[in-house]
Structures are given as C-alpha cells and as structure tokens.
C-alpha cells in the first residue's frame, strides 16, 4: 500500500528565511513524487515532480525538493520565504511498481510566511 | 484548452436533489480523473479513466455517485440523491497516459465547490 505522511499540518516562518515543508511515504516499489500548491479558493497547481535521476529536483517559483530514499523523505524547501508562498501544500506519491492510477496525496501542510 | 476547465465553479443544492459536475480535460491528455476535497482534508480518489479502458472506480464513495467521459474527453461526475456529507470542493485533473510513464504530471481544474444544503 502507498501512503504519504507531512507532519505538520502548520509551518510558520518569516519572510526571507528558508523554509521546509517535510514529507514522507510509503510505498511497495520506487516512487514517482509530487508536490502541489494550492492558494486560497483556487485548484492545485503543480510545482515539482521526482521520477527518476538526479535527487535534488527544482521546480517552479524558486522551489526545490530533495529525494532521500533511505529516509523516504522528499521535503520541499526554498532559501528565502516571501509572503506569496502563503498557501496549503500538497505531497503526493505514485507506485511505479503496482501501477496504481491515482495519486495518494497527504493531508497537507498550511504554510504562512509573516511578513 | 489551456487548462482543465470545471463547471459550475459554485453549487447550491437542496439535500435530495441530483447534482451534475461538467470537466473538459486538457488537449491531447488521455487520463481524467476526480477527487474530492472536503473541507480541511486531503484529496480522495474518486474516479480515474484512461482512453477507451473500463474506469476505475474503486474510490466512488456509494453508490449515489457515477461518472462517464463521454468521447474520450468532457466527463461528467453525477451525485445523486446529494446529503450533506457531500459537501466538497471537487476536483477534477487530467495527464497523458500513464502506461510506461507513470511519472506523468496530473493537472488540476479550479474545482467546483458544492454545497449541500
């Protein structure tokens, strides 16, 4: 079974610090890892995605992650917060083995940077 | 289009009533799928399709929800009988085939927010 953990439904921090969301999973094979934004009253938008290859991936808006399969962790980070980044985000994974068809999504951390 | 458009983007309904939720995937992507977001959860899988193969359906929550796409690219979510515990914000997304690339990116719509009153 598939699973993704984000420990912290709240991650605070001040604006032009670095920031981490983390995230764990869970799966039977190798995964395929994803985080999404999502701004208030607004759909997911997709920010970056691992599948295969180099473990630091970077994506939109500045943000990176870093893929750590012994610690199957993929924590999404950004060296410098701006108030903008207010927003839930989203840790999602994928069994490349098991072929499931879904996305298996956490129940997301609330990010507020204070100005 | 350019994105995934969902419609309406605001239901009010009556309990009891039927409600239908309208998505039209992005161009050319073959996979469409809906999940529902209630408030303060995560996102739950409800339906995926995939070209002309039989839909999953192993997320639908009862028997009251169904969804067909119909031609390969407008789908339809239909709720019926809707109670309160309905109440969500649903999404629908959409990708390029997953077989072979299960690294795919999913798109999301804005979402229709319903609301079962």
């Known amino acids: 079974a598939q699973s993704v953990a984000q420990p912290e439904d709240q991650v605070n921090v001040a604006e032009g610090n670095p920031l981490t969301v983390k995230c764990t999973y869970s799966?039977?094979?190798?995964?395929?890892l994803f985080w999404y934004v999502q701004y208030p009253n607004r759909g997911l938008q997709f920010l970056l995605k691992y599948i295969t290859g180099d473990n630091l991936v970077k994506g939109s808006y500045g943000f990176e992650a870093e893929f750590n399969k012994s610690q199957t962790s993929f924590h999404l980070k950004k060296p410098s917060a701006l108030v903008s980044d207010s927003a839930l985000y989203f840790c999602a994974v994928r069994d490349a083995q098991t072929g499931a068809n879904n996305l298996f999504f956490g129940t997301g951390t609330r990010l507020t940077v204070i100005p | 289009g350019a994105g995934v458009s969902q419609s309406p983007s605001n239901k009010v309904t009556e309990k009891g009533k039927d409600v239908e939720l309208r998505c039209d995937p992005i161009?050319?992507?073959?996979?469409l799928y809906w999940y529902r977001q209630s408030l303060g959860q995560g996102l739950e899988f409800l339906i995926y399709f995939q070209g002309n193969s039989a839909p999953d359906k192993s997320g639908l929550p009862s028997d009251r929800f169904s969804a067909e796409r119909t031609g390969g690219s407008v789908s339809t979510l239909t709720i019926q009988r809707t109670q309160q515990e309905d109440s969500a914000v649903y999404l629908c997304?959409?990708?390029?085939?997953?077989?072979?690339?299960?690294?795919?990116?999913?798109?999301f719509g804005e979402g229709s927010w319903l609301t079962v009153v």
């Open positions: 161009s050319g992507h073959t996979a």
């Open positions: 997304a959409s990708s390029l085939a997953l077989q072979g690339a299960g690294g795919n990116t999913i798109y």
């Open positions: 799966v039977s094979g190798n995964p395929y």
